[in-house]
């Protein structure tokens, strides 16, 4: 078997999902956005009214069948999946697909977000 590249799986995956930009992000209030980031990364700022599903969880949580299934992947969506920089949503949002899910992803991840000037919100500092 041939052996292949993280980048060459994102390129390939992008060949074949629905890349949404920021813009048309914005413009779809109905869209569920799912954070696929670590809790990590969240806590350090997140889309408002974004959900929150580790990308180690993903098909577990989406899978009805699943004893991990949350609800909040039984809906209509539209649901737009991103990470930091879009490769790790691109790879989930083609596993999704490969379940029969439509899905989307957020081309250019948190960082195209921040950098096209949308909203961040930043938890509580404790203490």
Same mark, same amino acid.
């Given at each position: 078997?041939?052996?292949?590249?993280?980048?060459? $799986?994102?390129?390939? +995956?992008?060949?074949? =999902?629905?890349e949404w930009d920021? +813009?048309?992000? *914005?413009?779809?209030? &109905?869209?569920?956005?799912? &954070?696929?980031?670590?809790?990590?990364?969240?806590?350090? @700022?997140? =889309?408002?009214?974004?959900? #929150?599903?580790?990308? /180690?969880?993903?098909?577990?949580?989406? &899978?009805?069948?699943?004893?991990? #299934? *949350?609800?909040?992947?039984? @809906?209509? /969506?539209?649901?737009? $999946? #991103?990470?930091?920089? /879009?490769?790790?949503?691109?790879?989930?949002? +083609?596993?999704?697909?490969?379940? @029969?899910?439509? %899905?989307? #992803? $957020?081309?250019?991840?948190? /960082?195209?977000?921040?950098?096209? @000037?949308?909203? %961040? !919100?930043?938890? !509580?500092?404790?203490?």
């Amino acid at each position: 078997m041939e052996k292949k590249t993280a980048a060459e $799986l994102v390129a390939a +995956a992008r060949e074949r =999902i629905e890349e949404w930009d920021v +813009a048309r992000l *914005r413009a779809a209030p &109905d869209a569920v956005i799912v &954070d696929i980031r670590d809790v990590r990364e969240r806590a350090k @700022g997140k =889309i408002p009214g974004s959900v #929150h599903a580790p990308r /180690g969880m993903l098909e577990f949580w989406w &899978d009805p069948e699943s004893p991990y #299934h *949350r609800e909040v992947f039984a @809906g209509p /969506g539209p649901y737009v $999946l #991103h990470c930091a920089s /879009g490769w790790r949503s691109a790879l989930a949002a +083609a596993a999704l697909q490969d379940m @029969g899910y439509e %899905v989307a #992803h $957020l081309e250019g991840g948190m /960082g195209a977000w921040v950098e096209a @000037g949308g909203p %961040v !919100e930043t938890p !509580e500092p404790k203490g």
